[in-house]
């Protein structure tokens, strides 16, 4: 049904995007003889000068103005939805920041005692600062709806990277393993474990600087479905884990409870292998299908689809993502040791997120030997 100027308005007045300042001014340019007409043509020209976003006009047009504030944020539009809820792009209203907010599972409203757990632990991952780790700024609830604000990162993850572009040459894709492996590092120091490492909580940025989503959230995600499906957490919790069957380590996919450190770097080992191949290490037909093969199937080389790439890189990818724990890397500090002895290059994130090491014409050398 269509929405007169009146309406949009009047909707416009409640949802709370703009100051009375502003709204007053958008008042003065209509004539009271023109209320009554459509209003989508006011709702392109208020977007062509950047007075409002697409989607809250469309969200105002609509009539469904409750949700376009959480808080002290306003929302400008919808950039991603998964397991762990939706993301929108926001601005702090005050401040003026950008960031990106994630409106996490409602869990808390059915026990209170787990979101005040994980809140806690959310508090510690928003501590970290580190270049290669998305950055909380905020946890807060507003009228029952949890939400975390986030640094927005404007740029691709890496699995809509690979399934836009195609798989990334081996340099490449070790840079970006290589940096999230700084990220893990530090957060592994810190006592955080990310338990979801994937392609698509890997950020690529417009800088090519890789930067880690979710660190910290994975957990109350896991406890979220425990709470509402009264389940133990394992094999038999199948629903909870389809998501990430495809990067779990064969332990952390026995029991989500025992993912640690070297359950991070066999996931981000499996990773490399999608960015490398542009398939997930093991495709099989069902969850449980995959889940075994990550238990009990040989691991794959890195060189039968990118011979090019040197045994003893391939040697690494093979430790990280070992079946038996005490056969993998125990900490991301062994593999970013490793991957310098073998490639004459160790990538360091600076403050500002540049990547410090030897030129990338001498990393690609590595692989054209």
Known sequence: MAATIESFLKHLANSGILSADELAQIQKQVPREKLQQDAQELGKDLARQKKLTLFQVNAIYNGKTQGLTLGNYILLDRIGAGGMGMVFKAKHRRMKRIVAVKVLPKAGKKDPEIFKRFQRELEAAAK??????VAAFDADEHNGTHFLAMEFVDGIDLARQVATHGPLAPDKALDCIAQAARGLEYAHAQGIVHRDIKPANLLLDKNSVVK???????RFQESSAFAQTGGDGGLSQMGDFMGTVDYASPEQALDSRL??????????????????TGQPMYVRDTPMARIMAHREAPVPSLRVKRPEIPPQIDAIFQKMVAKKKEERYATATEVLADLGNW?????????????????????????DD
């Open 259 to 276: 993912a640690d450190q070297a359950s991070d770097i066999y996931s981000l080992g499996a990773t490399w292998y999608f960015l490398i």
């Open 128 to 133: 970290l600062t580190h270049a290669n780790i």
């Open 212 to 218: 880690i989503l979710d660190m910290g959230l994975a």
């Open 343 to 367: 490639q004459a290059v160790t990538p360091k994130s600076g403050p500002t997120g540049a990547v410090d090491g030897v030129p990338q014409n001498v990393i690609s050398a590595i692989f």
